[in-house]
């Protein structure tokens, strides 16, 4: 029964009601991954028959392009018979996760088809047309003839146009606000990367092949997800800017503290000759090459202090500015992107000794930016391989190049592969590391990038800053956990989101936690759903932190401020209690035989106002002491039995009756020496009431 009741009682508190809430969410998640695996072997089926229904399809489509041949057979009795040689397919079918691929038996193949037949482009086109899906092949020599169809139709495995918003749509969930998508590859497959980990780029392409447009959708996509307090822009195109000007409205150009843009000027004032400098954010589209070089000056400066900073945290776990704003969310470390659009040009023009200390402070840049969150894009129209030096194309591991020939994709990429790529408006070769990979970059026109920079101004006015990892958490906990945060369990909730790790929650926890300020507000304040909330602490052993509304907190701070009412009638105060000590002594040796029993004397005198801790306080307090009564004189002693722990002992011979004569002036005597045996150890409740008895 007590353990219900506990259960009860524990149930209905914050904890309980948190526990309680875990565990629904608990058998929700078991729910879906039971609905998700069905939905997989189901799924699983769908494709074994659907690449039962192409093997079967295929050879009959290659017969309609005259891929097959006639062969006429005679019977038993003679009688004629065509038959008809089909492509034939080796088993099995190996399914990928983007498209079906068949091998052709190349050792049987009917009379007067060759694989140059098989993989003419307007057979392929025939062939798509046929199974209603992209149909491609795949011969090279190691893995033999193979057909690939794609599982999802579409208008190519890889797109001849992909739109800016279709491709921002198509972003995992994982994608941290750093993410930005590099282009659409086979069977619409998107390939995008995080600049955390990958922050230098090398981007080259001939007029119309796509590169400022690339470079338009990088920036915007980062300006878009990141406010100016998290995220510094340098532009420079040394085209004039023309590609760029839809950009240089935006809020987060110019560096986050002060350059000195030109070289010293002298002026003359009068007869004395004054010096002038120039400092400034750049915070503009640079178009000259020499305002490169103080720029590039800056962020080398830049990138050794915040190494030096990291290391004067005195937290190990701090070496890269991840970690530092990790740690300091109301604080962060602004990344630095610095894009030089035509590169070469900027080199080349300056020429001479400047040349070489521009190419010497970008590979400087690249070598330690990344852990300082300083970045380099360089945009190229051609490949220059005294601009693009050993030292450069060693740091910058990232490379998009449009068409071209062997030698000029060997500089840029290095090997030809950019040589091998379709001649179409926005067609890249891709390279990160090793991998390498044909995309389609996304097209976003210029009146969307106009309206885009419209809407990242509206967004990020008067430079409002906003953590959107904690702000996500912090709606998860409003919509689905009752407004409890609770590291462990928003991490769980959260496995595909990069930004999201379980030490990140802890100190977003940590950092907006409800305190009082430096100048006395409390703070911080998170805007949720058009409505202002506090992150209360928490409460060892009955709750961890909670968002509770502003309005609900000071409400709540407000009644604990009021004084309580005073009650209308005061409380009556206890009768005084009015017993001697040598009353007690009297009944003692009448009733108990002397014994002093807290228990005995409570229940004896309780009518009269005697309380526990009083009848407790006698024995103690008392012992040794004598007291005289008309039998003799007795002292309070300690006894030695548990069930007598005080009592009274005879300490005088017993006296023979008074005559009547003599009555009065014993009582006298009684009296006398009652008043008489009293001392400074005798209870202050009971020293008191004998004192009010006495007069």
């Known amino acids: 029964m007590k353990l219900k009741l506990f259960k009860k009682k524990f149930e209905n508190t ?214 100016p307090s998290r995220l510094r822009i340098v532009l420079a195109d040394f085209k004039a800017g023309a590609d760029m000007v839809p950009l240089a409205k935006l809020p987060h150009l110019g560096t986050p503290s002060k350059i000195r843009v030109k070289k010293s000027e002298y002026d003359f004032d009068g007869d004395d000759l004054k010096t002038k400098t120039e400092d400034d954010y750049a915070d503009y589209i640079i178009t000259e090459p020499k305002d490169v070089l103080p720029v590039l000056h800056w962020a080398d400066r830049e990138t050794n202090r915040r190494n030096r900073k990291f290391a004067e945290v005195g937290d190990e776990t701090v070496t890269n500015i991840n970690e530092y704003n990790a740690k300091f969310r109301h604080r962060p470390m602004p990344r630095v992107m610095i894009v030089l659009d035509e590169f070469p040009v900027a080199v080349l023009e300056v020429g001479g000794k400047d040349a070489a200390i521009i190419r010497r402070l970008i590979s400087a840049i690249t070598r330690k930016g990344r852990s300082a969150g300083i970045s380099i894009v360089l945009g190229s129209q051609g490949a220059n391989a005294e601009v693009l030096d050993g030292a450069i194309s060693q740091n910058i591991t990232t490379r998009l190049a449009g068409f071209s020939t062997g030698p000029q994709s060997q500089t840029i990429m290095g090997s030809w592969f950019a040589s091998r790529i379709s001649n179409r408006p926005g067609r890249m070769a891709f390279r990160d590391d090793l991998e390498e990979k044909e995309l389609q970059t996304p097209w976003i026109p210029p009146t969307l990038a106009s309206k885009l920079v419209k809407t990242i101004c509206e967004k990020w006015d008067n430079n409002k800053d906003e953590d959107t990892t904690a702000l996500k958490l912090f709606d998860f906990c409003l919509d689905k956990a009752d407004g409890v945060f609770d590291p462990t369990t928003l991490f769980k909730h959260f496995p595909d989101d990069t930004s999201i790790t379980r030490r990140a929650c802890y100190e977003i926890g940590k950092q907006y936690e409800l305190q009082t300020n430096d100048d006395g507000e409390l703070g911080p304040v998170i805007r949720l759903q058009e409505v202002d909330f506090y992150l209360l602490p928490a409460v060892s052993g009955q709750r961890p932190r909670k968002l509770v509304t502003v309005e609900e907190y000071n409400a709540k701070q407000q009644a604990l401020a009021e004084p309580e009412p005073e009650p209308e009638t005061p409380p009556a105060e206890p009768e005084p209690c009015v017993i001697t000590m040598q009353e007690i002594v009297e009944t003692s040796l009448a009733e108990n035989n002397g014994d002093l029993g807290s228990k005995w004397i409570f229940d004896t005198f309780r009518e009269r106002g005697m309380t526990k801790s009083m009848a407790e306080s006698v024995g103690p307090s008392e012992i040794g002491t004598i007291y005289s009564t008309a039998t003799g004189d007795y002292a309070i002693e300690r006894g030695e039995r548990r069930n007598r722990p005080y009592h009274l002992e005879l300490v005088s011979i017993p006296r023979s009756p008074l005559p009547e004569n003599q009555v009065s002036d014993a009582k006298n005597e009684t009296d006398r020496g009652a008043s008489t045996i009293q001392d400074d150890d005798v209870p202050d409740w009971l020293q008191s009431i004998e004192d009010d008895a006495n007069g």
Not at 54 to 72: D, I
Not at 117 to 145: C, H, I, N, P
């Open 14 to 227: 914050e904890r309980g009601k948190f526990h309680r809430r875990k565990k629904e969410l608990e058998l929700l998640e078991k729910a879906e991954e039971e609905k998700d695996q069905k939905e997989l072997a189901r799924l699983k089926k769908e494709q074994i028959k659907q690449a039962r229904y192409y093997a079967g399809l295929l050879p009959r489509a290659l017969e309609t392009q005259r891929l097959a041949s006639s062969v006429t057979k005679h019977d038993s009795k003679g009688r004629a018979k065509k038959m008809v040689r089909r492509v034939r397919l080796v088993p099995p079918v190996l399914i990928h996760h983007d498209y079906f691929m068949y091998q052709v038996n190349m050792r049987h193949l009917p009379t007067g088809v060759s694989a140059d037949k098989m993989k003419d482009t307007e057979t392929l086109r025939t062939l798509s047309f046929a199974l209603e899906t992209e149909v491609q092949v795949d011969d090279s020599d190691y893995r033999g003839f193979w057909f690939l169809v794609a599982r999802v139709g579409g208008a190519g495995i890889i797109p001849n146009k992909v739109g800016y918003q279709d491709v921002i749509d198509t972003m995992p969930k994982r994608a941290s606000n750093w993410a930005i998508p590099i282009g659409v590859g086979e069977n619409k497959k998107l390939t995008w990367l995080d600049i955390r980990q990958k922050p230098h780029f090398l981007i080259a392409g001939s007029t119309g092949s796509g590169k400022s447009v690339f470079l338009k959708n990088m920036l915007l996509t980062l300006a878009m997800n990141n406010s």
